[in-house]
């Protein structure tokens, strides 16, 4: 089972970047899947979740409004689409994957990772 991320990059404050989330060996029907960031000298933070089996997402009150987590079955593939980011998004970018049915929580024990993608805003 494996995820790997793409997508990161340097973005001007304003800018978007589209982040993706290969997922091979599991489908998604059957997994939440979430997107964490790691800033410079700060704890791990989940900031957007998704549980396809139910139609359900979630984001932290910091990116509503701003990032969409989305899926694309067919490629096994989640994104989380980024606007509008500010220099605070700067980060290493981290999907996870958890079995699970029911709807995702960014709070709970990921059982997966990816080794992450590197994103820096900065004008």
């Known amino acids: 089972l494996q995820l790997v991320e793409s997508g990161g990059g340097l973005v001007q404050p304003g800018g978007s970047l589209r982040l993706s989330c290969a997922a091979s060996?599991?489908?998604?029907?059957?997994?939440?899947i979430g997107w964490f960031r790691q800033a410079p000298g700060k704890e791990r933070e989940g900031l957007s979740c998704?549980?396809?089996?139910?139609?359900?997402?979630k984001y932290v009150d910091s990116v509503k409004g701003r990032f969409t987590i989305s899926t694309d079955n067919a490629k096994n593939t989640v994104y989380l689409q980024m606007n509008m980011l500010k220099p605070e998004d700067t980060g290493i970018y981290y999907c996870?994957?958890?079995?699970?049915?029911?709807?995702?929580?960014?709070?709970?024990?990921?059982?997966?990772w990816g080794q992450g993608t590197q994103v820096t805003v900065s004008s």
């Open positions: 996870a994957a958890q079995r699970r049915f029911s709807p995702c929580v960014l709070g709970a024990s990921y059982d997966y």
């Open positions: 998704i549980s396809t089996s139910v139609g359900y997402t």
């Open positions: 060996g599991f489908t998604l029907d059957y997994y939440a």
